[in-house]
């Protein structure tokens, strides 16, 4: 049943604003209602016009049907333009009258909530202030903690340290602890902060108790400490050549992203899931802290991440020093340009074509939000993660054919690959919990595509959108160049969860990351046994397909039985035996090969 909202009246004996801003005079009743109705199809809105008498002359009513999210664009570029020719409408009939909103109103009332007025500064204010603390605990740390850890040449590095009698173990863990040390000395002057304040603002203001103990403050702290001094070190590591105040530079820019995205999102609450995204948790910790109290699940959670991804840094630079890596040009020899600095892709330049990948798609979304979804994937899928870095390999002279695992495989291992797309594509839908959000999306993505889904010609344009264009060019990147370039300086183990990690974040979205992240691992490991991306590209594509075919019947049936749930799993654990046939020998190397060092004369 169509839902109808009256929006405007518009009397057709006056002077009215035209939508374009004419001045039109509507001079009788037929007239009026089809003036409105060429003015308002202008912008694209649909509606019904409808016009009666009254005793101070036609009112022209417009309504339009709020079911209809077709509308939806059309009817906030109008609302604004139709509220002004309803105002002016009736200023005009209140001057023929000689009638003034004074002479209506003679006693006006205004009123103000004190108590909201403070909550929302409150709110506000611990919001963008929670976010400045952190960074400013961050900084106090940064300058003296990568003055330690990447230096000047004559000081040494990670790098050129490597000549001392140390294990990489001893190094890292040396200089993990060094950092750490200034984290804590920036902490101890951070907690002066309040200290000095409630001294100063003592005899002005009651202080009230806190509403949390010290120790859910102090254990998500400790774990961003940890974490912080991990990240240094990564730093440190990936980037040789560049100067403390380069990488201090480079982390002050970065980290100045956190309070302005959180400023943005003032209304965030601590749940389990905002506990996962790192830092963020930790100011929503910050911001709790004072205000409300601290919901215990996910303060633990703040904690775990934290701990967990500052443990995996270490290990990485760890491996990353044990390994080839050091012996491959670095970020700042690719930002060069020097086109001899390459003879092949590197760690390097996988990380700078990740984030420029991530980058460009980021705000092409954020820009073309509002615009046709086939404009939006021809960018980012074709343009964003295949020509440009194509461009890129063709500037440094290097063979794309080198950059795409491309081996030969058996039948069996497609066979593996539809198997285990169709199952995993059931257990995802399945087993991971719909929440508000992912449904919210969900509706956006079918108001987007609204009228396609209801024909053959509409259900294959939207797999060709949603299903094999991302398919291949996702592939193409992720378990293409991407895990090439990683591959041939990390194990196989790293260069699989790190590509996986980059896949799951480029879908730019919590609920996504998980799963996202699931199928990574899973076609990671099969472009490692296989070589080949073609597999896993096909995987993609039938995992994508199944997901848009699949989730509005399991969804409407309120999921699956036990027994159909658990028939999806043995198919799939069948499926990914064909792929990475497990009962045959893996090759001898442990990465692909990886390139003699590389020595640029002086």
């Given at each position: 049943?169509?839902k109808?909202r009256?929006i405007a009246?518009?009397f057709?004996?006056?002077?009215?604003e035209g939508?374009?801003?004419?001045?039109?005079?509507?001079a009788?009743?037929?007239?009026?209602?089809?003036?409105?109705?060429?003015?308002?199809?202008?912008?694209?809105?649909?509606?019904?016009?409808?016009s009666?008498?009254?005793?101070?002359?036609?009112n022209?009513?417009?309504?339009?049907?709020?079911?209809?999210?077709?509308s939806?664009a059309a009817?906030?570029?109008?609302?604004a333009?139709?509220?002004?020719?309803?105002?002016?409408?009736?200023?005009a009939?209140?001057e023929k009258?000689?009638v003034?909103l004074?002479?209506l109103?003679?006693v006006?009332l205004h009123?103000?909530?004190?108590?909201?007025?403070q909550?929302f500064a409150?709110k506000?204010?611990?919001?963008?202030?929670s976010y400045?603390?952190?960074?400013?605990?961050?900084?106090l740390?940064y300058?003296?903690?990568?003055?330690?850890?990447?230096?000047?040449?004559e000081?040494?590095?990670?790098?050129?340290l490597?000549?001392t009698?140390?294990?990489a173990?001893?190094l890292?863990?040396?200089?993990?602890?060094?950092?750490v040390f200034f984290?804590?000395a920036?902490?101890m002057?951070?907690?002066l902060?309040?200290a000095?304040s409630?001294?100063?603002?003592?005899?002005?203001?009651a202080?009230r108790p806190?509403p949390n103990?010290?120790?859910q403050?102090v254990?998500?702290?400790?774990?961003?400490?940890?974490l912080?001094?991990?990240?240094?070190?990564?730093?440190?590591l990936?980037?040789?050549?560049?100067t403390?105040g380069?990488?201090?530079?480079?982390?002050?820019?970065?980290?100045?992203?956190?309070p302005?995205?959180?400023?943005?999102?003032?209304?965030?609450?601590?749940?389990?899931?905002s506990?996962?995204?790192p830092?963020f948790?930790?100011?929503?910790?910050?911001?709790y802290f004072m205000?409300?109290s601290?919901?215990?699940?996910?303060?633990?959670?703040?904690?775990?991440?934290?701990?967990l991804?500052?443990?995996?840094m270490?290990?990485?630079?760890?491996?990353s020093?044990e390994?080839?890596?050091?012996?491959q040009?670095?970020?700042?020899?690719?930002?060069s340009l020097d086109?001899?600095i390459?003879?092949?892709?590197?760690?390097?330049l996988?990380?700078i074509?990740?984030?420029f990948v991530?980058?460009a798609s980021?705000y092409?979304?954020?820009?073309?939000?509002?615009?046709s979804?086939?404009?939006?994937?021809a960018?980012?899928?074709?343009?964003?993660?295949?020509v440009?870095p194509w461009?890129?390999?063709?500037?440094?002279?290097?063979?794309?054919?080198d950059?795409?695992?491309?081996?030969?495989?058996?039948?069996?291992?497609y066979?593996?690959a539809?198997l285990?797309?169709?199952a995993?594509?059931v257990?995802?839908?399945?087993l991971?919990?719909q929440?508000?959000?992912s449904?919210?999306?969900?509706?956006?993505?079918a108001r987007?595509?609204e009228?396609?889904?209801q024909?053959?010609?509409?259900m294959?344009l939207?797999?060709?959108?949603?299903?094999i264009?991302?398919?291949?060019?996702?592939?193409l990147?992720?378990?293409?160049?991407?895990f090439?370039?990683?591959?041939?300086g990390f194990s196989?183990?790293?260069?699989?969860?790190?590509?996986?990690?980059?896949?799951?974040?480029?879908h730019f979205?919590l609920?996504?990351m998980?799963?996202?992240t699931?199928i990574?691992?899973?076609l990671g490991?099969?472009?490692?046994?296989?070589?080949s991306i073609?597999?896993t590209?096909?995987?993609?594509?039938?995992?994508?397909?199944?997901v848009?075919l699949?989730?509005?019947?399991?969804?409407g049936?309120?999921?699956?039985?036990?027994y159909?749930?658990?028939?999806?799993?043995?198919?799939f654990a069948l499926?990914?035996?064909?792929?990475?046939q497990?009962w045959?020998r893996?090759?001898?190397?442990?990465?692909l090969?990886?390139?003699?060092?590389l020595r640029?004369?002086?």
């Amino acid at each position: 049943m169509l839902k109808w909202r009256l929006i405007a009246h518009i009397f057709h004996k006056e002077v009215v604003e035209g939508l374009r801003g004419q001045v039109l005079k509507l001079a009788g009743q037929k007239n009026a209602r089809n003036e409105v109705l060429r003015l308002l199809k202008q912008t694209g809105l649909h509606g019904m016009v409808v016009s009666r008498h009254s005793g101070a002359g036609y009112n022209v009513g417009y309504y339009y049907d709020d079911s209809d999210l077709a509308s939806l664009a059309a009817r906030r570029s109008s609302w604004a333009l139709l509220e002004k020719v309803q105002q002016s409408a009736r200023d005009a009939r209140l001057e023929k009258y000689g009638v003034s909103l004074e002479d209506l109103y003679p006693v006006q009332l205004h009123s103000t909530s004190v108590t909201d007025a403070q909550a929302f500064a409150t709110k506000h204010t611990g919001s963008v202030l929670s976010y400045l603390m952190l960074v400013f605990l961050c900084m106090l740390a940064y300058y003296p903690a990568l003055n330690a850890t990447v230096g000047e040449r004559e000081r040494g590095t990670l790098a050129t340290l490597m000549t001392t009698p140390a294990r990489a173990r001893e190094l890292v863990l040396g200089k993990y602890f060094g950092v750490v040390f200034f984290c804590a000395a920036g902490i101890m002057m951070y907690a002066l902060e309040p200290a000095l304040s409630a001294l100063w603002f003592a005899p002005k203001f009651a202080l009230r108790p806190l509403p949390n103990s010290w120790w859910q403050l102090v254990l998500p702290v400790s774990a961003t400490i940890a974490l912080v001094a991990a990240l240094t070190i990564c730093v440190g590591l990936i980037a040789r050549r560049v100067t403390e105040g380069q990488a201090f530079l480079s982390l002050t820019m970065m980290f100045l992203l956190f309070p302005t995205v959180a400023a943005g999102l003032s209304d965030a609450q601590l749940t389990n899931t905002s506990a996962l995204i790192p830092f963020f948790n930790t100011s929503l910790v910050m911001k709790y802290f004072m205000q409300n109290s601290l919901p215990q699940a996910p303060l633990l959670i703040t904690a775990a991440v934290n701990f967990l991804l500052s443990l995996g840094m270490v290990t990485f630079a760890v491996n990353s020093l044990e390994g080839e890596y050091l012996a491959q040009p670095g970020v700042s020899d690719v930002l060069s340009l020097d086109r001899r600095i390459l003879r092949r892709s590197n760690p390097a330049l996988g990380l700078i074509l990740f984030l420029f990948v991530i980058g460009a798609s980021f705000y092409l979304n954020m820009i073309l939000r509002e615009q046709s979804i086939f404009l939006l994937i021809a960018l980012t899928h074709v343009g964003v993660m295949f020509v440009l870095p194509w461009l890129a390999y063709r500037y440094f002279n290097l063979k794309w054919a080198d950059a795409i695992p491309h081996a030969k495989a058996p039948a069996s291992v497609y066979a593996g690959a539809l198997l285990a797309a169709l199952a995993m594509a059931v257990l995802m839908i399945a087993l991971l919990p719909q929440s508000p959000l992912s449904k919210e999306m969900a509706e956006e993505l079918a108001r987007r595509f609204e009228g396609l889904g209801q024909s053959a010609t509409g259900m294959l344009l939207m797999l060709l959108v949603l299903a094999i264009l991302p398919g291949i060019f996702e592939e193409l990147a992720f378990r293409g160049y991407l895990f090439t370039s990683l591959a041939r300086g990390f194990s196989g183990v790293w260069t699989v969860v790190l590509t996986s990690l980059m896949f799951g974040a480029n879908h730019f979205s919590l609920i996504r990351m998980l799963p996202t992240t699931l199928i990574g691992l899973v076609l990671g490991t099969v472009a490692w046994r296989t070589r080949s991306i073609f597999p896993t590209i096909l995987f993609h594509v039938v995992y994508n397909s199944a997901v848009i075919l699949v989730a509005g019947p399991i969804d409407g049936a309120d999921g699956l039985p036990r027994y159909a749930v658990w028939a999806a799993a043995v198919v799939f654990a069948l499926g990914f035996a064909l792929l990475t046939q497990p009962w045959k020998r893996k090759t001898p190397e442990s990465r692909l090969e990886t390139p003699a060092p590389l020595r640029i004369a002086e």
